[in-house]
Nanobody, 118 residues
Framework: QVQLVESGGQLVQAGGSLRLSCAAS????????MGWFRQAPGKEREFIVG????????DYAESVKGRFTISRDNAKQTVYLQMNSLKPEDTAKYYC???????????WGQGTQVTVSS
């Protein structure tokens, strides 16, 4: 079955960096667009970034453009999110997700918590 497992979240000071990982299994990873989302308490889930199946094309939300970088390793079936210059407003639970061929995100991981202290 499809599984997505995020890791790497932790408490970090403002201005710091973190790298999140999402290990995928149960499907042909290299065929799918993958994305990262986040959700802060009391707020709606927010799309952060997507990456094409080959990794050659990315799409960033304005809120993270220039600070976050998505990448993927299809051989390892893993997608990464490098987060630099972190701000307290980046505090949220971060989720990776698989996008189906109709353009909807259909499978989600359990999330990993990122907390940025000021």
């Amino acid at each position: 079955q499809v599984q997505l497992v995020e890791s790497g979240g932790q408490l970090v000071q403002a201005g710091g960096s973190l790298r999140l990982s999402c290990a995928a299994s149960g499907f042909v990873f290299s065929m799918y667009v993958m994305g990262w989302f986040r959700q802060a308490p009391g707020k709606e889930r927010e799309f952060i970034v997507g990456v094409s199946s080959s990794g050659s094309t990315t799409d960033y939300a304005e809120s993270v453009k220039g600070r976050f970088t998505i990448s993927r390793d299809n051989a390892k079936q893993t997608v990464y999110l490098q987060m630099n210059s972190l701000k307290p407003e980046d505090t949220a639970k971060y989720y990776c997700a698989r996008r189906d061929f109709q353009g909807s995100y259909d499978y989600w991981g359990q999330g990993t918590q990122v907390t940025v202290s000021s």
